[in-house]
């Protein structure tokens, strides 16, 4: 898994997802989310950043690509993107088997 998920982090791949196509955002979503798992491990391994997907973060990964100005938290398309990345990131902690940190 990646780092510890903080709300920047959901906010950022959910900008890049807002900046996106709507038939992308979900093969982009997990991209990110792949990059990110790739750039922890990398990190772990060797000690530094990932080359292309920074510090294992969503935000790092997610700034590969291009982010839309962030929106207020009613706009409904920004609503379905912070959605979906919260599907995902569900998806990804039930995978791992990972508990939520307290």
């Known amino acids: 898994m990646m780092h ?4 920047g982090d959901v906010a950022a791949v959910a900008r890049a ?3 996106a196509s709507d038939g ?22 060797f000690g530094r950043l990932h080359p292309r997907w920074g510090d294992g973060s969503l935000s790092a990964a997610a700034r590969r690509f291009a982010l839309a100005d962030e929106p207020c938290l009613e706009d409904p398309e920004y609503l379905r993107c912070t959605r979906l990345v919260l599907r995902e990131l569900a998806a990804a902690v039930e995978a791992c088997g990972a ?4």
Do not use: M
Request: hydrophobic share 55%.
């Open 4 to 7: 510890p998920v903080l709300p």
């Open 24 to 45: 992308d955002r979900l093969r982009l979503c997990r991209r990110i989310f792949g990059g990110a798992a790739e750039a922890a491990a990398h990190t772990a391994l």
């Open 99 to 102: 508990a939520p940190a307290r």
């Open 17 to 19: 997802l807002l900046a």
